[in-house]
């Protein structure tokens, strides 16, 4: 079946500008979150979804970042005013949020790198 | 606040040799245990899983690790390396299934021929 997919894969814009990430989870999956992997900070959390609501927000690292989800399902994560230490690989994760099934399946990932 | 530690930035080993890598945590209670792989310009690949029972886990692509309480640890392991292996190597873990991962900062296999 389908997997976690995210949009766009590469992503380049300037100092300054406001940027739109998407994710698309794979269907049936009620649980979302959001990664981010830069060099110097290594794998962190952003925020994770539950349905359409947020529960756990602490990983955003400034009120810059802001992220929604639709419809239990696509997830953007909007970077306003981007600045150069925002340039990272964004990644997306859905799941099934309980039980022994437990795992989180990743997407691809967005590199954004911003100028 | 819980953390987890990767102490090998880098790994080299030989094709068909056997490998470790050591992964400890710091958590209360004994949380969710994943280790993941990445491949270059790919996403993270679930290799395994450890929630509870059988403290030897059986992976993808014959990885297996092992989870002992008393230090804390889920070390990965596998007996022969191929070269198809190179990559690196995340372990992460979650005090329950739902939450966040917790990832550590990776270790760097090297394959060498």
């Known amino acids: 079946g389908a997997g976690v997919s995210q949009s766009p894969s590469n992503k380049v814009t300037e100092k300054g500008k406001d940027v739109e990430l998407r994710c698309d989870p794979i269907s049936g999956h009620t649980a979302l979150y959001w990664y981010r992997q830069s060099l110097g900070q290594g794998l962190e959390f952003l925020i994770y979804?539950?349905?359409?609501?947020?529960?756990?927000k602490s990983g955003l690292p400034s009120d810059r970042f802001s992220a929604e989800r639709t419809g239990g399902s696509v997830s953007t994560l909007t970077i306003q005013r981007t600045q150069q230490e925002d340039s990272a690989v964004y990644l997306c994760a859905s799941s099934l949020a309980s039980g022994d099934s437990y795992e989180q399946y990743f997407g691809p990932g967005t590199r954004l790198t911003v100028t | 606040a819980q953390s987890v530690t990767q102490p090998d930035i880098h790994i080299t080993v030989s094709e068909g040799a056997s490998l470790e890598l050591r992964c400890n945590y710091s958590y209360g209670a004994t949380p969710y245990l994943f280790w993941y792989v990445q491949s270059p310009g790919q996403g993270l690949q679930l290799l395994l899983k450890?929630?509870?029972?059988?403290?030897l886990v059986q992976g993808i692509k014959g990885f297996e690790a092992e989870f002992k309480r008393s230090q804390s640890s889920f070390n990965l392991r596998k007996p022969s390396v191929h070269w198809s292996d190179a990559a690196e190597y995340f372990c992460?873990?979650?005090?329950?299934?739902?939450?966040?991962?917790?990832f550590g900062a990776g270790t760097i296999l090297r394959v060498k021929s």
């Open positions: 979804f539950q349905g359409n609501s947020a529960p756990d």
């Open positions: 992460a873990v979650a005090p329950r299934a739902g939450n966040k991962l917790v």
């Open positions: 450890y929630f509870s029972g059988d403290t």
